[in-house]
């Protein structure tokens, strides 16, 4: 079965500061890994994927996300971080094409000025 | 880029009543889209798959009976929740996979806020 953890409920971080927002998975195959953001009471923003290719994937908003194989990872960072970055973050995580996303528990991150 | 359109934003509505959202993809087809649900401040949890021309998949734990999805066309699912409850308010969260683009991207709606008085 697929799973995804994020393991902080919180992240703060200082505006101008570098930030992660930390996320492994768990999938029988090859990985189809997201990353979304969620405004309150909005639905979902995408931000970036890996599917295949570079480990490194940039994203919206100055975002990126590194996909490590061995570690089962794909963290979300941004070099500096700004306070309209402040909202709920989820890692997501597929094992094929066609079937539904699975989430993190989310993590809100916190930026302040 | 693609867009979801979920209708409406939000609900308020008497306890035994049904309400109907809708879920629409306005410049894509999709053949499956996807229900979830998601508590204050807590993940999204998928609540069914919906596949265009046959029945919904439910997953366990949810009432296919209660939570009623029709996927009738290329561009629409609807979502009613049958005899609701206060514990049913929730806000709920469609998405769509484009099937021309291989149905690897997921796209999703705007959600909706349901409360149940």
């Known amino acids: 079965a697929q799973s995804v953890a994020q393991p902080e409920d919180q992240v703060n971080v200082a505006e101008g500061n570098p930030l992660t927002v930390k996320c492994t998975y768990s999938v029988s195959g090859n990985p189809y890994l997201f990353w979304y953001v969620q405004y309150p009471n909005r639905g979902l923003q995408f931000l970036l994927k890996?599917?295949?290719?570079?480990?490194l994937v940039k994203g919206s908003y100055g975002f990126e996300a590194e996909f490590n194989k061995s570690q089962t990872s794909f963290h979300l960072k941004k070099p500096s971080a700004l306070v309209s970055d402040s909202a709920l973050y989820f890692c997501a995580v597929r094992d094929q094409a066609g079937t539904a996303l699975i989430f993190g528990k989310g993590t809100t991150l916190s930026v302040s000025s | 880029g693609a867009v979801v359109s979920q209708h409406p934003s939000w609900v308020i509505c008497k306890s035994g009543t049904s309400v109907k959202i809708e879920c629409r993809s306005l410049d894509f087809q999709a053949t499956t889209m996807f229900w979830y649900r998601q508590f204050p401040k807590q993940s999204l949890m998928l609540m069914a798959t919906?596949?265009?021309?046959?029945?919904?998949?439910?997953e366990q734990g949810v009432e296919k009976d209660k939570f009623l999805i029709n996927h009738a066309s290329l561009t629409l699912s609807t979502l009613t929740v049958t005899s609701a409850h206060p514990e049913d308010s929730s806000f709920y969260i469609c998405s769509a996979l484009d099937s021309l683009k291989g149905n690897t991207e997921a796209f999703f709606g705007q959600g909706t806020r349901l409360t149940v008085v």
């Open positions: 919906s596949n265009e021309g046959s029945k919904a998949t439910y």
């Open positions: 890996y599917i295949t290719g570079d480990n």
